[in-house]
């Protein structure tokens, strides 16, 4: 009976080391698995990352331009600029002379 106790034994291990193995390999399917849908997801990630570097690289240069242009609307020349062009004054000694429409 001994030997037989010994089969049996013997048995029990090779199918339990089997099922441990088999969960091993799984294991290994499933992290390498995972570890492909995470280098997409990272350069998916890199990508936006570039992409929101660019836009806001654009909108750091149109602010620039917008606080340009602030200043430029709050200066004498642009005023005088608008009162000739859009309400056609002049300065009182200033000649202005209008081209004829033929």
């Known amino acids: 009976m001994s030997k037989r106790n010994n089969r049996r034994i013997n048995k029990n291990r090779r ?11 799984l294991l290994c399917c499933v992290v390498g698995y995972k570890r492909v849908d995470l280098v997409a997801q990272e350069t998916q990630c ?13 909108e750091e240069q149109r602010t620039k331009e917008i606080e340009d242009y602030k200043v430029y609307v709050q200066s004498k020349q642009y005023i005088e600029q608008e009162a000739r062009d859009k309400l056609g004054l002049a300065y009182p000694d200033e000649i202005v002379f209008e081209a004829e429409d033929n």
């Not at 990352?49 to 654009?58: Q, S, V």
């Open 46 to 58: 890199k990508e936006k990352i570039e992409e929101l570097n660019e836009t806001k690289k654009a």
């Open 15 to 25: 199918l339990n080391l089997g099922a441990v193995a088999f969960v091993v390999l």
